[in-house]
């Protein structure tokens, strides 16, 4: 048991590197709690692995890999559409840790559903059939959990530097990608469509991203273009008021030239009154 646990961890963690399985976990961890995804992703290892060893230790057969692959496409772009509504109702702050309801579910339902017909339940199924299936289901299983337990630790570091409206769109982007490759490579056979609709998603994403970008540009422009005074009012006035005495324009105009600071004239009503004073 002790060889088959063994061979059956490193076969299945080594397929588990870059494997979409991590790009689903890494998802789910940039919108939930850490512990939470783990444990979506150790109760879905338990369950693909345990229908696997039992397929292949008693019946020797896989499971029908395009009916799969189909519920698994018609999942993503559900979760896609989830996703996007919880972007809009966010904001554009530092991305808080969710909990919200159906969130276990919905992580193990997804990896489940992607594992059903991927290579590392084939390998399961072919571990199974020729070697002890306790050791296999227990080495595929903790191969499974520490593989996307590297893809949690990359989504709690993204998780810390990124708003959380980003977090919501990246993880939508990432559950569409998904869904239209299991659909037309997985479960229709049209790989080259697959190739082309996901490149179609990542050029409207970016051209909106750039949109975006631009107009949050030129709000932060406008309010200094409408603030900022016009050039003919910046410029130092050299007229005097009206209502100064032309007498007093005059002197202050010869004591600007002259570099002397300008002399004050008393009005005529204050000149009689210091005169009449003994």
Known sequence: MLAASVLSFWVVFVAELGDRSQLITITYSLRYRWWLVLTGVAIASVLVHGVSVAIGH????????????LASAVAFLIFAVWTWREAKSGDDGVSPVRKPRFALLAVVSSIVLAELSDKTTLATITLASDHDWVGVWIGTTVAMVLANGLAIVAGILLHRRMPVRLLHVLAGLLFLAFGLWMLF?????WRWVAVAAIAAVIAVAALLATLRVARRRQALLDPAARN???SDTARPSASVSATTDPTDAREVGASRLDGAPPTKRRHPTANRLLNRSP
């Open 228 to 230: 900022r005074p016009p």
């Open 185 to 189: 490579d997985s479960a229709l056979g």
């Open 58 to 69: 008693s019946l020797g057969m896989t499971l029908p890999a395009r009916p799969m692959a």
